[in-house]
């Protein structure tokens, strides 16, 4: 309402769209690095994570936050439906 009584237009889409959540693709790039890694108990799965989470280069983030802007517009372009990303 409040959008609507400012004549602010809105897409709708999903409000946790995977197109827009970088955190997604960090999960996907984490699982990556996990693969085929075995634990025993939970503390030896935290520190597999831990050691996978801090081996992602900064790299991996810094070119995922700069596609945010192509990934907003193939967002908007698709009127909300899924993209590519």
């Given at each position: 309402?409040?959008?609507?009584?400012r004549?602010?237009?809105l897409?709708?889409?999903?409000?946790?769209?995977?197109?827009?959540?970088?955190?997604?693709?960090?999960?996907?790039?984490?699982e990556?690095?996990?693969?085929?890694?075995?634990a025993?108990?939970?503390?030896?799965?935290?520190?597999?994570?831990?050691?996978?989470?801090?081996?992602?280069?900064?790299?991996?983030?810094?070119?995922?936050?700069?596609?945010?802007?192509?990934?907003?517009?193939?967002?908007?372009?698709?009127k909300?439906?899924?993209?590519?990303?």
């Open positions: 309402n409040w959008f609507r009584r004549r602010v237009d897409i709708e889409w999903p409000s946790q769209s995977p197109d827009l959540n970088p955190i997604e693709h960090m999960w996907e790039e984490l990556r690095r996990l693969k085929g890694g075995r025993s108990n939970a503390n030896q799965k935290f520190a597999q994570l831990e050691a996978a989470w801090k081996s992602i280069p900064m790299t991996v983030v810094q070119t995922l936050l700069d596609s945010m802007p192509r990934r907003c517009q193939a967002v908007i372009d698709a909300g439906y899924p993209t590519k990303y």
